[in-house]
């Protein structure tokens, strides 16, 4: 009998969540909208930019032109998938500017989309870039 009454609780609990998490749209521990003026989407962002641009085989830096999208997710830290417009700037990888605006020539700037996926664990002092994936 008891056994049958922590059953029956279980599913109703169970029914009760899954209600509860389409009522406010999202699922639980799913990917929601973030702030792109949050500090942690600006750290995540600024972090992915410089390792996009190592990892690529241009002799200039590029830079965000334009944020599309920007999600979390809280997955023992927290992971954020960032879509963005890039674009080339004048400024040299191997060179010392500190500010590098992008071309206004679109000719020159050659923007393209990127999408970024970055798992941040601040409390660990660990930031990785998962995913820096383009479209030229």
Same mark, same amino acid.
């Given at each position: @009998?008891? +056994?049958?009454?922590?059953? @029956?609780?279980?599913?109703? =609990?169970?029914? =009760?969540?899954?209600? &509860?998490?389409? +009522?406010? /749209?999202?699922?639980? +521990? /799913? ?8 500090? +942690? ?13 190592? *990892?690529?085989?241009? @002799? $200039? ?15 023992? *830290?927290?992971? $954020?998938?960032?879509?963005?417009? @890039? ?15 992008? $071309? ?7 923007? $393209? ?10 409390? &660990? ?12």
């Amino acid at each position: @009998m008891i +056994g049958e009454r922590y059953k @029956m609780w279980k599913v109703a =609990l169970t029914v =009760l969540a899954a209600v &509860l998490a389409v +009522g406010y /749209g999202a699922m639980v +521990g /799913g990917f929601r909208d973030a702030d792109i003026n949050d500090e +942690g989407v600006q750290n995540a962002l600024h972090f992915a930019v410089v390792q996009h641009n190592r *990892g690529t085989n241009s @002799m $200039y830096l590029s830079q965000v032109a334009e944020v599309i999208k920007v999600q979390s997710q809280v997955v023992a *830290g927290i992971k $954020y998938v960032i879509t963005v417009k @890039m674009a080339r700037t004048p400024c040299r990888k191997d060179g010392v500017e500190e500010v590098c605006k992008i $071309y206004t020539d679109q000719a020159m700037a050659q923007p $393209y989309q990127c999408t970024f996926e970055v798992w941040s664990r601040p409390w &660990l002092n660990s930031i990785q870039l998962l995913k820096n994936e383009c479209k030229h």
